[in-house]
Structures are given as structure tokens and as C-alpha cells.
């Protein structure tokens, strides 16, 4: 099993429409869960950190799920300009490395 | 801002070739990163470092290695290319004070070997 599932996608989207990413985990002494963005042909950017409360910035909501072993990013009112690729990303417990997933791919459609 | 800079956006070596790909960050981060990306197997972890003279291996460190002489600079080196190393190159590194703020990314450099 790999240590971070997401939906490849292609999710392909109206403006205007709310999307939901889901993204699992393998390993339960993960500690830090990150949502990147990367956009075509550049470098993944920090979206956001996902706290064990749900956290919230403007249109996007991200929720963890410890039980489950679950992340999940939702984008409200999209936007063009969120097409991009979204890489859900975990840390384990002690001095590791960041674990990356393969991301999801997002096109928002006028 | 911390800023990741890679030396090279775009390199195109000859196969057998001795290649180096530099990457340096300006906001005295501890721990530097090399991946490598290709379409539909994601970011790949090729080495890394969490200090001075120090490195661990990461997945897929054959045919690699590094240097870090300095904690400002992170040096990946391909002791002869080969065309499956044909990739986008990216380094990132990160601080232990802002561990929630996990990497930051330099702007990749894209190796075709011929």
C-alpha cells in the first residue's frame, strides 16, 4: 500500500462549482499534514497546513481525519486560476522526510 | 521570503557525462532536499540532508550523489548521466524552528541527456 493515495483526476470543473480532494494515509504516527499546489511546469508552493480541527483560509476548508486516516481539501467558488495540480503531503513522527502524494489534477472550466 | 535558488532552469548533457546540479537557500535552513519528478510517479526522494556534511539516502539514490560543504548550499551530482535520468530536478529545503511550514521549493531544473 503507498504511503499516500490520492485521485489522480483529472477532476474537471465549472467556475463556480465546489470540488473536494481526498487523499489517505498509511501510517499512523503521522504527525503534519500539508496541502501543495503546483501549477504546470513549476515547483509545488505550500497551500496549507491541515490541522487536527479543520482549518479554514478564504475558499478552501481542509479536514483531518486521524481515525480514518483520511485528508480532505474543498474549494469553494473555483476559480480558473485554481487549476493546478494539489499534492497532499504527510510527515511521520522523528526526523523524516516529508511524504509526498502523486496529486490531483484540477481544471476549472469558464 | 526564503528563497530556493536552483543554478540551472534548463540543461541538456550528453550521455557519460559528469553532471552537477546546485542548489542553494538564503534563509540558513537546516535540512536540504533533492527530488526528482516525472509524470505519473510524482516527486521522488533522491537524497537529503539535515546538516553540514551530512546526508541520507532517500528512494532512489542510485546513480546519485551529494555534497554539503556549506548549510546554505546542496549539491546534487550525476556521476554519469544516463537518458533514464532525463527529469525535472527539484530542491527544497525546510527549518526545524517551522516545521509547519514544511519545504519550500526551488524552481526545478529541467535535464534532458542525450
Known amino acids: 500500500r503507498k504511503e499516500v493515495e490520492q485521485d489522480p483526476g483529472p477532476f474537471n470543473v465549472p467556475e463556480g462549482a465546489t470540488v473536494a480532494f481526498n487523499c489517505t494515509y498509511s501510517n499512523s504516527a503521522s504527525q503534519s499534514f500539508f496541502w501543495y499546489r503546483q501549477d504546470c511546469r513549476k515547483e509545488p508552493k505550500l497551500l496549507m497546513s491541515v490541522y487536527s480541527s479543520g482549518n479554514e483560509d478564504g475558499r478552501f476548508t481542509a479536514q483531518l481525519n486521524r481515525a480514518s486516516q483520511y485528508i480532505s481539501l474543498l474549494i469553494r467558488d473555483s476559480k480558473l486560476s485554481d487549476s493546478a495540480t494539489y499534492l497532499c503531503v504527510v510527515k511521520n513522527s522523528g526526523n523524516t522526510p516529508l511524504v509526498f502524494g502523486k496529486g490531483t489534477r484540477l481544471s476549472v472550466i469558464a | 521570503d526564503v528563497k530556493v535558488t536552483q543554478s540551472s532552469r534548463y540543461l541538456v548533457k550528453r550521455t557519460g557525462e559528469k553532471v552537477f546540479l546546485e542548489c542553494v537557500q538564503d534563509?540558513?535552513?537546516?535540512?536540504m532536499f533533492w527530488y526528482r519528478q516525472d509524470p505519473g510517479l510524482g516527486l521522488r526522494l533522491i537524497y537529503f540532508s539535515y546538516d553540514v556534511k551530512m546526508k541520507e539516502k532517500g528512494d532512489i539514490p542510485e546513480g546519485y550523489s551529494v555534497s554539503r560543504e556549506k548549510k546554505e548550499r546542496f549539491s546534487l551530482i550525476l556521476e554519469s548521466a544516463s537518458t533514464n535520468q532525463t527529469s525535472m530536478y527539484l530542491c527544497?529545503?525546510?527549518?526545524?524552528?517551522?516545521?509547519?511550514?514544511?519545504?519550500?521549493f526551488g524552481s526545478g531544473t529541467r535535464l534532458t541527456v542525450v
Open positions: 534563509m540558513d535552513h537546516e535540512n
Open positions: 527544497a529545503s525546510s527549518s526545524n524552528r517551522q516545521a509547519l511550514y514544511g519545504y519550500t
